[in-house]
């Protein structure tokens, strides 16, 4: 087994207040930053869900999610999975390098709030192996109002009792080695009246107020919560802003300010792989929302299970939608294949699993096979680029990600000749 790798992850939360994406995420994602993340995860609440939206944005991605898609496509990054439940959104993205070592992806929901119904409050979470060790990440949005900590504990606690996965080894959160639990918790600032509140704020003595904060009040008393992790709350309250502002609630009903919107994260054993914040702060410059974004940013320090994929794939000969192509690819380790598996023609830069140019089923049109290489046949009718460069990526219906990913390679205008990218042993 390998030496322990590092990897960065970016966890943004933020309550959009039914606001439309700002044309510029450029700090939320901290894109000029000198090392990029190997992975964002964007936790979204309140985002519009009125009925003509939400039924168009179901069956196209929503606005937040497609200006995170194509903002970060170019870097190179993947939406590998995302899951929504009315104003609920979470989306994981990947750099393209790891996504074949991300696997057993499933999401699921719970609606709390009215009664269970309309699922206006509630937890998204997606559940993932990322070589080898499980996480599963939980974007909540719990009860409001000052006097019912307890009850957004409760509301915790239902959905992490009733959130359950199809997994042998993690069937429920807390079975997973890490989890990140974030979102609009909505916990207040207790007893403090406004003017002290105000006053720590501007005179930025945070730590005044972190002892009665609900959150850290109710972490004292319940086990659960104790299990979790934060980093210091070392930036201004995230709750309640003027729109299009920096100024806190004006309003008749002058909200106190609070941390509102929080990170944590949870490692069992605590010796597995040493994990660190290397940041949590809020960013200041956005205003749509009465929310300020929170984001954090992780080191993980893990060891790889495994460095190989478990298909390895190349396109054969010449690639142009002149001709009929054939796609060679070999299995380095067994895997459950499927009827269902299918290899994706994507062009450089694509934004999620669905954005294929065109597929093939691997079983339907397999040419010929050996042991070691098995070719499937793609028609040329099948091939509408010209002089793009592409990537062929091999899907698992069973594992629900993709397990391989080709060199990048150019599909001709005519009959032209493709550099080849050799495999071990072929």
Not at 142 to 171: G, N
Not at 242 to 259: M, V
Not at 280 to 298: N, R
Request: hydrophobic content about 35%; proline content about 5%.
């Amino acid at each position: 087994m390998d030496d322990c790798s590092h990897y960065v992850l970016h966890v943004v939360t933020w309550n959009v207040a039914t606001a439309d994406p700002p044309d510029d995420v450029t700090s939320l994602l901290h894109l000029n930053s000198p090392k990029s993340p190997d992975l964002y995860v964007i936790g979204l609440q309140e985002v519009y869900s009125g009925p003509l939206r939400f039924v168009s944005d179901t069956v196209f991605d929503d606005r937040w999610s497609r200006l995170f898609m194509s903002t970060l496509a170019s870097r190179k990054y993947i939406k590998v999975s995302s899951i929504r439940l009315q104003g609920l959104l979470l989306l994981f993205f990947s750099k393209l390098e790891h996504v074949p070592f991300i696997r057993d992806i499933q999401a699921t929901y719970t609606r709390t709030g009215i009664f269970g119904y309309w699922g206006n409050k509630g937890g998204v979470s997606i559940r993932l192996s990322f070589y080898g060790h499980t996480l599963c990440f939980l974007n909540c949005h719990l009860a409001a109002h000052m006097k019912y900590a307890s009850e957004r504990v409760d509301e915790f606690e239902y959905i992490m009792d009733t959130q359950t996965f199809e997994c042998k080894k993690a069937p429920t959160i807390v079975d997973h080695r890490l989890v990140f639990w974030f979102g609009d918790l909505n916990f207040r600032i207790e007893d403090h009246g406004m003017h002290f509140v105000r006053s720590c704020i501007n005179d930025q003595k945070y730590n005044l107020l972190w002892s009665k904060d609900q959150l850290t009040i109710m972490k004292k008393k319940e086990q659960i919560l104790q299990e979790f992790d934060e980093g210091p709350l070392d930036f201004q309250p995230t709750y309640k802003f003027d729109l299009n502002s920096d100024t806190y609630d004006s309003s008749g009903k002058k909200r106190k300010p609070a941390w509102t919107d929080r990170i944590l994260w949870r490692l069992r054993p605590k010796a597995s792989f040493p994990d660190e914040q290397d940041s949590y702060t809020s960013i200041m410059e956005y205003s749509i929302s009465d929310h300020k974004p929170v984001v954090g940013i992780f080191t993980l320090e893990l060891r790889k299970m495994y460095t190989t994929p478990l298909v390895r794939l190349q396109p054969e000969g010449d690639w142009s939608a002149d001709i009929d192509s054939m796609v060679l690819y070999s299995p380095l380790q067994p895997f459950p294949s499927s009827t269902w598996d299918w290899i994706g023609l994507y062009e450089v830069g694509f934004t999620s699993v669905s954005d294929y140019i065109t597929y093939t089923w691997v079983k339907d049109d397999e040419v010929a096979f050996n042991e070691e290489v098995i070719q499937v046949y793609v028609g040329k009718e099948e091939i509408p680029v010209r002089g793009a460069e592409c990537v062929l990526c091999y899907y698992s219906n069973t594992l629900q990600c993709i397990i391989g990913i080709s060199e990048p390679f150019k599909v001709g205008n005519k009959h032209i000749p493709i550099h080849l990218f050799a495999l071990n042993g072929i």
